[in-house]
């Protein structure tokens, strides 16, 4: 029986939903994992997670087809991204094929949880995963934790898709060579005053520039930036320090091979912005949210199609990538990932 809920009018906040999976590693190996009820994690105040932040996560949904399936997209990628983020913060990789396993067991679980078809709302799936035990001088904890829950969210936008304002911001969001390309939690605790701050003056997001010439847009606290050239081209902004968004990555395959269009990948000058007609933030919670102007230090620029509603590119592109989503338009091979 599908829970009580008003699907189209949730908002993207915390529900507990019934069951979550938790795996353990510990004596150089993670155990074999489990779905439980217990919402709650016990550890010591000297846990490594709670001193220097050795934590990471990921992001995904479950949703409901047209044709009544329960899917998730792209969970593969997920995996492999979480598995790098570990490597990186010298975390030992939870299995990748255990990961999409533990998704689809966690959404099963949780199956009375997943909102109907057409309602706009999904099911979110947080993977995380820490390290656990006591470590006071500075090195990786020797014990970790993964875990999934899921918790319901309601449509990102309520009555169409607005154009936001966004800033440029003064503060950096990764250096370089730093961890701007892994869905590391320290990447986010350093984005908070920012975002705060950016809030208090009046925008919904800041655009971060490269940290060494602060010439170069490299992306938002947690979307990547597309740019629309023309109809027929994107351009998409290159650094070794952007997060690879699944859904950015998933745009410029169907932009290339569901639309026709060209896409560079370069690195995109602050100064070159007013060469472009639209521009979008891309992750998961969204797909596309739109930009509508963005302000450089009170220098405001607003792109061509204005404030009112998102430009044709960016729709064309939105409402194919949630057709293949949604299942009204064919997926390519391995997109889809069937739960129930
Ligand atoms: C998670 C994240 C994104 C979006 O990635 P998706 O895989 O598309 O959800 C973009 N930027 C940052 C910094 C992120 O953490």
Not at 183 to 200: E, F, Q
Not at 299 to 309: A, L, P
């Amino acid at each position: 029986m599908k829970k009580e809920i008003e699907w189209g009018k949730l908002g993207f906040g915390y529900i507990k939903t019934d069951k979550r999976y938790v795996s353990n590693y510990s004596n150089g190996a993670w155990d074999n994992g489990t779905l439980t009820d217990d919402d709650k994690i016990t550890m010591s105040e000297d846990a490594c997670v709670l001193h220097y932040s050795q934590s990471c996560f990921e992001g995904l949904k479950a949703y409901t087809t047209e044709d009544g399936k329960i899917v998730c997209f792209r969970p593969d990628l997920n995996a492999a991204r979480m598995h790098d983020t570990a490597l990186r913060l010298e975390m030992p990789p939870f299995p990748k094929d255990r990961f999409v396993d533990a998704v689809k067991q966690v959404v099963k679980a949780n199956e009375d949880w997943v909102p109907p078809y057409g309602t706009g709302a999904t099911l979110y799936i947080r993977p995380l995963m820490f390290g656990i035990n006591e470590v006071i001088g500075v090195k990786p904890a020797d014990d970790y934790q993964f875990r999934i829950f899921t918790t319901p969210v309601g449509p990102y936008f309520k009555g169409g898709a607005k154009p936001i304002k966004v800033k440029v911001s003064d503060f950096d969001r990764a250096a370089p060579h730093g961890t701007g390309n892994v869905k590391a939690g320290l990447n986010y605790a350093m984005s908070l005053h920012a975002i705060v701050t950016a809030h208090k003056e009046g925008f919904a997001e800041n655009i971060y520039l490269d940290p060494a010439t602060r010439t170069k847009i490299e992306e938002t606290g947690g979307a990547n930036i597309i740019f629309v050239e023309n109809d027929k081209k994107l351009v998409i902004p290159k650094s070794d320090s952007i997060l690879p968004s699944i859904t950015r990555r998933s745009i410029v395959y169907v932009a290339q091979n569901y639309l026709g269009m060209e896409v560079e990948e370069r690195e995109v000058l602050l100064a070159e912005i007013d060469n472009f007609k639209e521009c979008g933030l891309c992750g998961t919670a969204a797909v596309i949210s739109p930009v509508g102007s963005v302000n450089d230090h009170g220098k405001e620029f607003t792109f061509s199609n204005g404030m009112e509603k998102m430009g044709p590119v960016l729709t064309k592109l939105y409402e194919t990538l949630t057709g293949i989503q949604m299942g009204r338009i064919e997926a390519p091979e391995g997109w889809i990932v069937e739960i129930k």
